[in-house]
């Protein structure tokens, strides 16, 4: 069954350091997307991408963040500059462009520790 | 703005059935969704409903109301492995080409022997 992958699976970095989260959505799939989860807390929104650009971005997704499609498979996500407050689980997630019921698929998740 | 209330906590005994409420204040509505979050791992889709009405699925069912902004999770005879977070989420995109979900806070089902 085709399924969303992610890396690193958990990753430690000093606040200040840039971090890149990647991800290879379903390669069927038209519309990816990036959410977060701190410990104990929902899964929230950042960022949606679609034909090449993000569609739609929450007020969490600020200047530090970015997101690029560099190939026709990997969806990364770039923290310039982390903070302490940006350690969560990094979920990235794709779905279909049209028809059925649109769910998203989510990855195993990618989880930050920022010291 | 966007609101989904959902139970902290439930518990139930192995065998039973629960429900699990959600109620949802958005500004737009394109459907509705359920799905399970184990500890430390990803949500995964249990069932959609964008129509009034029940939607059954094997064990799960989930029912629909717009007018009321109401849904309810239903799982029947309940295993251990039920045991886990249940994410209500409703699709309410700003515009006509984004797809993405809000989350509700999840509600976490102890299921004891």
């Known amino acids: 069954e085709p399924e969303v992958t992610q890396t690193p699976s958990h990753q430690v970095t000093q606040m200040g350091q840039e971090v890149i989260l990647r991800c290879v959505p379903i390669s069927n799939h038209l519309y990816f997307y990036w959410y977060r989860q701190i410990l104990g807390q929902k899964v929230e929104f950042l960022v949606s991408?679609?034909?090449?650009?993000?569609?739609?971005k929450s007020e969490i997704f600020d200047d530090q963040f970015s997101v690029e499609r560099p190939d026709g498979s990997n969806f990364t996500l770039k923290i310039r500059s982390t903070k302490l407050e940006d350690s969560a689980m990094y979920f990235c997630?794709?779905?279909f462009g049209t028809g059925g019921t649109g769910e998203l698929f989510f990855g195993e998740g990618s989880r930050l520790t920022v010291l | 703005g966007q609101n989904i209330d959902q139970p902290t906590e439930m518990t139930a005994t192995e065998g039973a059935i629960v429900q699990i409420n959600c109620t949802y204040q958005?500004?737009?509505?394109?459907?509705l969704f359920w799905y399970q979050q184990h500890a430390g791992e990803a949500p995964t889709f249990l069932s959609y409903?964008?129509?009034?009405g029940l939607e059954e699925k094997g064990r799960f069912s989930s029912f629909l109301s717009r007018s009321k902004g109401y849904s309810y999770l239903l799982l029947k005879e309940l295993q251990m492995k039920d045991s886990a977070s249940y994410l209500c989420a409703v699709r309410d995109p700003p515009s006509g080409s984004a797809r993405q979900l809000t989350f509700g806070s999840g509600t976490q089902l102890t299921v004891l022997p």
């Open positions: 991408f679609y034909n090449n650009e993000i569609s739609e």
């Open positions: 409903n964008v129509l009034d």
């Open positions: 958005t500004s737009g509505f394109n459907g």
């Open positions: 997630a794709s779905s």
